[in-house]
C-alpha cells in the first residue's frame, strides 16, 4: 500500500485495506490515514475472520504475553521519536515428537506442492522460501544484491533529504 501511495497509484486490490471508518477501500491514501490494512483473507466474505483469529494470536503471545504494546497503541510508522516498545514471542517445536520422519514427509509435501499443476503454465508452483533462495543465488552469482530502479531512486530521495551519500549501485543487464 505504501510503494503504490508512493509511486502515485490511485487504486489498489479492495480486499487489502480499509478507511479509517473500517469500510474496505481501493484507496491507498484512505488505508494509510488512519485506515489500516484488513486480516490476512481480506474482508469477511472471503474469509477475513480467518485472518482476525490469526491477528489476535499472534497480538495476544507477542504483545500482551510479552508486557509490549498492543494494538491502537503501537506507535505510528516513522515516528522515531516514541519508543517503539516491540513484543515478541519465540516457540520453538520438536516435530519429532509428534510423528517420527517429519523431514522426509515435509520434502513429499513440498515436492508435491511444486508439482502440482500452475495457473500459469509458464509459471512453475513456487512454496514458501523459493523465490527467497533464487534472489539469494542470484545475489551470489552477481556479487551483490538486485534492487528495482524504484526502490533505487526512493533510496537516494531519503539520501539527499537527509544530506547524506547517494547510493551507489552499478546497472545489471538481464536480470
Not at 56 to 65: D, F, H, Q, Y
Not at 145 to 167: H, R, T
Request: charged fraction near 25%; glycine fraction near 14%.
Amino acid at each position: 500500500v505504501e510503494l503504490a501511495d508512493r509511486k502515485g497509484k490511485k487504486e489498489v486490490p479492495q480486499v487489502w485495506g480499509a478507511d479509517k471508518d473500517g469500510h474496505p477501500t481501493s484507496d491507498p491514501k484512505a488505508i494509510l490515514n488512519g485506515g489500516g490494512l484488513l486480516p490476512l483473507g481480506g474482508p469477511e466474505e472471503t474469509g477475513g475472520y480467518k485472518g482476525t483469529g490469526l491477528c489476535m494470536m499472534v497480538e495476544i503471545l507477542c504483545s500482551i504475553m510479552g508486557g509490549a504494546t498492543f494494538g491502537k497503541n503501537v506507535r505510528k510508522w516513522g515516528q522515531l521519536a516514541v519508543h517503539a516498545d516491540n513484543g515478541h514471542c519465540f516457540i520453538v517445536v520438536d516435530p519429532e515428537c509428534f510423528a517420527e520422519g517429519f523431514a522426509p514427509r515435509l520434502q513429499q509435501f513440498l515436492d508435491e506442492t511444486r508439482h502440482l499443476k500452475p495457473a500459469n503454465p509458464s509459471l512453475p508452483v513456487l512454496v514458501p522460501g523459493d523465490p527467497e533462495r533464487t534472489n539469494v543465488e542470484k545475489s551470489k552469482k552477481l556479487g551483490g544484491l538486485v534492487y528495482y530502479g524504484s526502490q533505487i531512486e526512493y533510496i537516494n530521495e531519503m539520501a539527499k533529504k537527509l544530506n547524506v551519500q547517494p547510493c551507489q549501485y552499478e546497472e545489471v543487464s538481464g536480470v
